[in-house]
């Protein structure tokens, strides 16, 4: 049976993207399937860890201003922001979750799209007509889905895959997570690598 | 001529001691020369950023605590911790400044003593008696090392160095200073090697 990665995301984050493109490509190389796990740097930044959010932070916000598209380009990966840069990551992530309850695979098309949205073309993701669209090209109905982010249900599901993560230990992201280790950032995605190849070190 | 890189240090990070590690090779690729800059996290991170210290940090600091241990497990360095793990980098770094405004190059060899005791010999350089006895292998005299932790002028030159690393924006270590970018983190030395080879991109 294929062992399954756990990947922990928050659309919120170009890193995150950076992290999504670069695991399908390790996972592959080990046969490795990826659970994609949302969560919410909203609440494990600010409210567990108590910090301001990274961009706001002194020092290291400029750092990452010019940090994340230098990895954009090293990478050869497009950066055009939505919404200026500025996400908010939360409709997203519920639509998300609505639709993995239904179908892990499609899930994944979606966040693939809201993250290459956000980050490669310039789309503002935090709008739900955004959203709807996203869902609407992978056959998922459009007013389901625009009601479905204010659905109890959904909020709950999506609110406990965040308390789940942070349970966990998942503050940043991307995270992956396999055999028990937690593996925090797309620079650590060769560790990953050498992990999943060796079975650990 | 020789280009120059800026290596940020502070003896306090077992990243840091990685990067000081990495560096060298990396430099050396390129015929790069490279200046060591001490810095203070105690002045950056909760001085200037106002965050707590990374090993007391929710999440975060648990985290840490198992990724370090592993980078230096995946690249073959010793772990040994001098003083439990817990360390007062001030003295060192002093000590450090003062050396290195009489010989720059014994000033480099001081700091890798220090950053091997305290991270892969498991001797506690927070001790001024430690660090006096790195000093005396480098022919240095032991008393007057002693002395010049407490030399004001000593103090104000380690401070100068510590204020014009937070000017030039160096909030965490190591970080790598070359044509104006910052690459923080022993994760990005694939990034400063990259730069170096292309001159950036």
Redesign the interface.
Known sequence: MARTLEFYFDFISPYGYLGSLGIVEVAARHGCKVDWRPTLLGV?VMG?????PLGE????G??MA??FP??F??QGVPLKMGGNGSMAPLPAGRAFSWIKAQDRSAAVRFAQRVYRGQWSEGIDMSSVDNLAAAGEALGFDRRELIAALDDPEVKALHRASVDAA?EL????VPTFHIDG?????H??LP?VD?WLATGG?
């Open positions: 494990s567990v860890m108590g910090l301001p932070t002194p020092l290291k400029p750092y010019n940090d230098r990895c380009r090293l942070i230990g998942v503050f940043g280790e937690l593996f925090w950032g620079d650590r560790h050498r070190w």
